[in-house]
């Protein structure tokens, strides 16, 4: 198996040798990748390459009281992910590189020295930088902020929300660690790179103009280290096919804390995001909280977690003026073993209280949902 690999390669490797640079000689057709450089800069950095990835297979288990159309049980890879990246440090001391995403098929650049950081490409905001939450010392699979709501029903959505980005090309500037601050800020011009506004989300709608900013704040006390985050974002918001999108405005301001140390950690995370909409549509206004801590000792780690999300979201739930504010509060209980060096075996079991408020069109006049779910992970990580 080995050698037909390696023959197919060389096969492949002569063909594209055969079919570029029979036709424009070996040296055109490498200079071709530097884009009408300076002959001065046009040799071959010496990058230092590497390739990362997961592969995650997971079965999630879920009772719930709507039972819909969703099924119980569900075994499947759900996630994977290859990545490329390269880094370089030139004489006069300017680092820079590349990573690319095979599995996502989106790239960025970077470029750094003692002023900062130079992020853009398809790359996270600032505030998706820098957020912290109650989610980042939960551990293992299965909590309210990884993987145990797949097959929840009449879930309220956009919960520990601090950016508007799908994907799309962004531009983003990290301030150097001075005394344990460090400040980012980022451009966004389209929430998807479409523009017709057709990102997936609320009402076939999108973001544009995305101008975020965040801090983070470390500080250590003996054996504890503390970060403090805080982040707004600022977006116009447009549906497709309206006038005046420049009228919908959206602001997301979220904060955040943790401490760590000794094998334990705690964290929490607060977010309001408003989100104006088009005459005659309710707002989507979003306000949520999260809180956990988590223990470590050997190979074991267990967390517990909780998270509260209340939506103004009337509108997508019936338009009755009745109807009252989503509500969905979720609490976890998750472990990860691990079981040898890039391979962990991670489990939890979340509990959803949801209420939707009344839709006269759903049969029994209510759309509310208790669900409990169990998630079993194996993770390979290189």
């Not at 001391?93 to 950081?117: I, P, T």
């Not at 964290?267 to 707002?283: H, I, L, P």
Request: net charge negative; charged share 20%.
């Amino acid at each position: 198996m080995r050698k037909r690999l390696l023959a197919t390669t060389a096969l492949v490797g002569a063909s594209i040798f055969a079919s570029g640079v029979s036709a424009q000689g070996f040296d055109e057709a490498a200079n071709d990748t530097q884009d009408s450089a300076s002959p001065v800069v046009q040799n071959q950095p010496a990058f230092a390459m590497r390739i990362s990835g997961t592969v995650r297979v997971s079965g999630n288990w879920i009772d719930q009281d709507v039972k819909l159309m969703s099924q119980s049980f569900d075994l499947m890879d759900d996630f994977r992910a290859l990545a490329i990246s390269g880094s370089a440090t030139a004489d006069n001391g300017l680092s820079y590189g590349f990573v690319y995403d095979v599995d996502e098929d989106r790239a960025e650049l970077h470029l750094s020295n003692r002023f900062g950081r130079l992020t853009f490409g398809d790359t996270d905001t600032a505030t998706d930088t820098l957020d912290i939450t109650g989610s980042s010392v939960m551990v293992g699979r299965g909590g309210y902020s990884n993987g145990a709501g797949k097959n929840l029903n009449i879930g309220v959505g956009g919960g520990r929300m601090v950016d508007f980005r799908g994907t799309g090309g962004t531009i983003r500037y990290s301030t150097p660690n001075y005394g344990g601050l460090t400040v980012a800020i980022s451009y966004t011009n389209e929430s998807d790179n479409a523009g017709d506004m057709t990102s997936a989300g609320d009402g076939n709608t999108g973001h544009e103009d995305i101008l975020s900013i965040a801090g983070q704040y470390t500080s250590s006390y003996g054996n504890y280290t503390t970060v403090v985050y805080v982040g707004y974002e600022k977006a116009n918001r447009a549906a497709k096919g309206e006038d005046h999108p420049d009228n919908q405005d959206a602001t997301a301001f979220s904060v955040g804390a943790k401490v760590t140390g000794m094998g334990a950690g705690f964290a929490f995370g607060y977010g309001d995001v408003r989100q104006d909409t088009g005459v005659g549509n309710s707002d989507l206004d979003l306000q949520w909280y999260d809180v956990a801590l988590s223990f470590s000792s050997g190979p074991w780690s267990i967390s517990a977690g909780g998270q509260y999300t209340r939506k103004d979201d009337a509108f997508l739930v019936g338009g009755d003026p009745s109807n009252r504010d989503q509500e969905q509060t979720a609490y976890s209980l998750t472990t990860n073993y691990a079981l040898a060096p890039g391979l962990n075996i991670g489990a939890g079991v979340t509990h959803f209280d949801i209420e939707n408020g009344v839709d006269p069109a759903v049969k029994g006049g209510h759309l509310d949902n208790s669900a409990t779910t169990f998630t079993l992970a194996t993770t390979m990580s290189f």
